[in-house]
C-alpha cells in the first residue's frame, strides 16, 4: 500500500468553528507532514513529526494544532481560523533521510 | 539558504515533441533533488530524484531529469510529451535531514500545456 489518504475531502467551516483533519499512512513511515498550499502556489511546510515527535514547527499561528496519535495517524486540529487559512490542506509521509515524501490528495479548507 | 528557481511560469509544447521544465538549485552541501507532478485539486506525485551517482535520472510516466553540478541545474524532459503530460510541475530541494525526516524547499512551479 503506497497510499497516503486524507478525510475529508472538502471542508467548510465558520471562525467560531473547531475541526480536525485526518491523514493516515500504511507504508511504515516515520515521517509525516503538513503543508498548506494556496492556489498556483508551491506547498509550504507547517509541521513535521518525525518517530511520533513534533520535529518541525514552521512557526505556525496556535489556531493550528497537529497531533500524532501513533504512527500510522496524523490529525490537524483547527480553531478560530481566519478567511486566509483557506487552502489545500497536504499531507506526507516518507522513510526520512532523503527519500521522497508521497503525498496524499488533500484537504479542500473553506472558511467563511 | 538552499532554494530553488524555475523561471519559466508556464512552457508550451505540441504533442510528440520533447519537453524540457527547468530548474536551478542553490544548496550549501551536497544537493537532494526531486521532481513532482500535480494534477488540479490533487496532491503532489513524485517524479524522480536525484540523490548521487548518474547524472541522467529516469522517473515515471517516460520522464527523465539531467543533473549538471556545473550549471547548478536539474531539468526535467521527456522525449515525446502526452496531452495528459499537462499539468503544474514543482522542482523541491531537500535542505535538512532532522533524524528521520527532510524538509522540502519548493520552486514557484512551472505550469505545462500540452496541445494536440
Known amino acids: 500500500d503506497t497510499e497516503v489518504t486524507q478525510t475529508p475531502k472538502h471542508l467548510v467551516m465558520g471562525m467560531t468553528n473547531k475541526k480536525s483533519l485526518k491523514c493516515e499512512q500504511h507504508?511504515?513511515?516515520?515521517?509525516m507532514y503538513w503543508y498548506k498550499q494556496k492556489a498556483k502556489k508551491p506547498p509550504e511546510l507547517m509541521f513535521v513529526y518525525s518517530y511520533e515527535k513534533l520535529s518541525i514547527n514552521e512557526s505556525v499561528p496556535s489556531r493550528f494544532s497537529p497531533e500524532c496519535p501513533n504512527s500510522s495517524l496524523l490529525n490537524l486540529h483547527l480553531h478560530a481560523l481566519q478567511p486566509e487559512d483557506s487552502a489545500l490542506y497536504l499531507c506526507?509521509?516518507?522513510?526520512?533521510?532523503?527519500?521522497?515524501?508521497?503525498f496524499g490528495p488533500g484537504t479542500r479548507l473553506t472558511v467563511l | 539558504a538552499q532554494s530553488v528557481a524555475q523561471p519559466e511560469d508556464q512552457v508550451n509544447v505540441a504533442e510528440g515533441n520533447p519537453l524540457t521544465v527547468k530548474c536551478t538549485y542553490s544548496v550549501s552541501g551536497n544537493p537532494y533533488l526531486f521532481w513532482y507532478v500535480q494534477y488540479p485539486n490533487r496532491g503532489l506525485q513524485f517524479l524522480l530524484k536525484?540523490?548521487?551517482?548518474?547524472?541522467l535520472v529516469k522517473g515515471s510516466y517516460g520522464f527523465e531529469a539531467e543533473f549538471n553540478k556545473s550549471q547548478t541545474s536539474f531539468h526535467l524532459k521527456k522525449p515525446s510529451a502526452l496531452v495528459s503530460d499537462s499539468a503544474l510541475y514543482f522542482c523541491a530541494v531537500s535542505v535538512t535531514n532532522t533524524g528521520t525526516a527532510s524538509k522540502l524547499t519548493f520552486g514557484t512551479g512551472t505550469r505545462l500545456q500540452v496541445t494536440l
Open positions: 536525484y540523490i548521487t551517482g548518474d547524472n
Open positions: 506526507a509521509s516518507s522513510q526520512g533521510g532523503y527519500n521522497e515524501q508521497f
Open positions: 507504508m511504515g513511515h516515520r515521517a
